[in-house]
């Protein structure tokens, strides 16, 4: 019991270590713990030791917790002596901080009374030097302002001209003092000279042109540029706006106010007149203007502004009339429009990529300067190139796949072909100066009808068996063949080409009116015709074997021998004929599918002419199949060998698939 007591009072809980005390276990049970100390009645004597145990254990704690109150009472009354002394130490520093600011407060009222004459002395210096800087300024301006009047007088303009530059800059520094009424005044002169030299400097233009005076007063002319160019673009634009209409007055004059002179067919002389003008420009008056004021291009584009109009007011009249527009008159006037802005475009614009093929959509920046007048009227110009395309079918039928003296060669393609897109390329050009809008997808449709005949009435025809009077049909020769694959390889590519080079130039809400998808699946399917077309090639060489099997009485036959006749010969010819057409066909996609419609063509006729034999005797049956290399399924790996022999050895073919020929690559 007494070691229990012991234990008891000697292991009291910590927070450092976990009690082991049963007296601290949450689910304590006095109890048990009586249970556990009396567990025999032996024990029972000892209750009192166990009573006076408790008890004295008890009195130790109690003494326990008397001293830790006392102390904690005695804790407390240090904290609050700790906490007023801080509280007077912190209303001691409140009240140096009060003192301090005080004293900064009147050191700096001290420093600004000390420095408050040295701000003021400098203040004056400040203003002093504005002042003496402003005077000075105004002494210059009035010194130019008097050198320029003077300078005015006697046309000295190439001193005017630096003169009016200074006066200018300075004028700018006394904008804000306009309310002096000195520099207002001062203000008013510079104005006033500065519109006295422009009036006199344009009076001078108009004198030596009306007089016809410009080559002795050249120099003064070219020194009375530069004061222009130092009044600013106001004063630039009014000269070269003078110069353009002096120009063009006679031309206004004689093809304006002219009906005859004025009308369409004179058209040429219009674009004379103005070259000749140009010309007069280069060696007249060139020397006379800056570079940098473009006068010739500014005159290039009034006078096509003012022909412009003119021939907008010609063809308006001509459609209210009632009168028929002449399509030749309209080709030929529209054409030599295009040549003269051409010729402008060499001369006033820089060097631009060709535009001479489908892969380049640079617009030309005088594309449309007169042209555009012709624009409403494109419909009988689209009319006249249907006209062109229909005529070029029939002559295109007719003529022959090559040249008679031209060696055939398996790379190249029917000339036609080039011909035809060469037109197409040459009016896309024309119509996309004129137009981005319906004219321009009216022509891409004329295109799409051009290139189904194209499609079906020349090259589907070459390769069409024909009856050619009383013999059978003919048959295209391999030549033939090769030259519409080709064709029609290089018109699908091209196609596709026009296509986009059509929507790059074709406005944006427009675009999905051009659509010339059909038209590349036709030419995929004449190759496919012309793929079929060489695997009959083949067929009418094997015709005679195929011929031999079918008359062979296969119900009659007694015996099986080693090989029918036919098989040695079947094998001879295919191999011949097909090696000869693979040696011509260098695209994958065509070799490949010659080969598949080779497989069909020899498995099918095959069977046919086995279902066509009957009855097959028993004996027959073995002799008609063919060799153990030859077997039904087993041609398909002689024609691979074939294949394979002659096409790339990275194309791989088997023999239970027969796939169409695949779609040329957009970049042959």
């Known amino acids: 019991m007494s070691s229990t007591t012991a234990t008891t009072t000697n292991h009291m809980p910590s927070d450092e270590e976990p009690s ?33 145990a408790l008890q004295t254990y008890e009195d130790e704690l109690d003494g326990d917790i ?8 005695t804790s407390n009354a240090e ?11 912190l209303s001691e520093l409140f009240n140096k901080i009060d003192d301090v600011r005080d004293r900064a407060l009147k050191t700096e009222q001290a420093i600004t009374e000390m420095t408050a004459d040295i701000k003021q002395l400098d203040n004056a210096k ?3 030097t504005l002042s003496m800087t402003a005077l000075k300024r105004l002494q210059m301006l009035t010194t130019a302002y008097d050198q320029l009047r003077a300078l005015s007088r006697t046309r000295q303009y190439r001193d005017c001209a630096q003169l009016l530059q200074a006066v200018i800059q300075l004028m700018a520094h006394f904008k804000s003092y306009r309310s002096i009424d000195q520099i207002a005044l001062l203000s008013r002169n510079v104005a006033d000279i500065q519109r006295e030299l422009l009036e006199q400097v344009c009076e001078d233009f108009e004198l030596a042109f009306a007089k016809g005076e410009v080559g002795p007063k050249k120099t003064i002319l070219a020194e ?5 160019d130092s009044l600013g673009d106001y004063a630039r634009a009014r000269l070269v706006t003078w110069y353009c209409n002096f120009q063009l007055r006679e031309y206004r004059q004689v093809f304006r106010n002219n009906e005859e002179a004025g009308s369409l067919d004179n058209i040429s002389r219009r674009y004379s007149w103005f070259k000749r003008i140009l010309k007069i420009y280069d060696e007249d008056y060139a020397g006379i203007f800056p570079a940098s004021w473009k006068v010739d291009e500014i005159l290039a584009n009034v006078f096509c502004e003012g022909t412009r109009d003119d021939f907008k007011g010609i063809l308006s009249r001509s459609v209210r009339n ?19 802005e051409h010729t402008l475009e060499r001369r006033f614009v820089s060097p631009r990529p060709s535009t001479d093929t489908f892969a380049s959509s640079e617009a030309p920046v005088f594309g449309q300067a007169i042209s555009e007048a012709f624009e409403p009227y494109l419909s009988v110009w689209v009319e006249a190139q249907d006209k062109q395309l229909a005529a070029l079918i029939p002559k295109y039928r007719q003529q022959p796949l090559k040249p008679p003296d031209e060696e055939f060669d398996s790379h190249i393609v029917i000339s036609s072909s080039t011909e035809l897109f060469t037109f197409y390329r040459h009016a896309l050009q024309q119509c996309a100066k004129l137009s981005t809008g319906g004219s321009l997808a009216d022509l891409g449709g004329v295109f799409a009808k051009y290139l189904d005949q194209y499609a079906q009435q020349v090259l589907l025809y070459y390769i069409s068996e024909r009856p050619t009077g009383h013999t059978p049909s003919k048959v295209p020769s391999l030549e033939d063949l090769i030259l519409v694959l080709n064709t029609a390889d290089y018109c699908y590519t091209t196609c596709t080409q026009l296509e986009e080079k059509i929507k790059g130039r074709l406005d944006k809400n427009l675009k999905e009116k051009v659509d010339l998808q059909s038209q590349a699946d036709s030419f995929m399917g004449i190759a496919s015709a012309a793929v079929r077309g060489l695997v009959r090639q083949v067929e009418v060489e094997m015709e005679p074997c195929w011929r031999e099997m079918r008359n062979t009485p296969w119900n009659r036959l007694e015996a099986v021998s080693d090989e029918s006749s036919y098989v040695g010969q079947v094998l ?15 695209k994958q996609q065509y070799a490949r599918a010659f080969t598949d419609h080779l497989v069909e063509l020899i498995s099918g006729l095959f069977i046919t002419i086995v279902f066509q034999s009957k009855p097959i005797s028993e004996t027959g049956a073995e002799q008609v199949s063919f060799p153990t290399s030859l077997r039904l399924g087993d041609p398909n790996t002689y024609v691979y060998r074939c294949y394979s022999t002659h096409t790339p050895s990275n194309l791989a073919y088997h023999p239970s698939s027969h796939r169409q020929p695949r779609q040329a690559s957009s970049s042959a």
């Open 126 to 128: 400040k203003n002093l």
């Open 322 to 340: 009632g009168q028929t527009i002449d399509v030749n008159l309209l080709l030929s006037c529209l054409q030599e429009t295009l040549d003269f």
């Open 572 to 586: 001879s010819k295919a191999k011949t004929k097909a090696s000869e057409i693979l040696e011509f066909l260098h």
């Open 79 to 89: 904290s609050v002596e700790r906490i007023q002394a801080a509280k007077a130490d």
């Open 224 to 228: 009375g540029c530069l004061v222009i």
């Open 66 to 73: 008397g001293s830790l109150v006392e102390d904690q009472v």
């Open 20 to 52: 082991l005390d049963p007296l601290d276990a949450a689910d304590y049970d006095p109890i048990d713990h009586l249970n556990a100390i009396f567990s025999h009645p032996s024990t029972l004597s000892s209750v009192s030791r166990v009573s006076q």
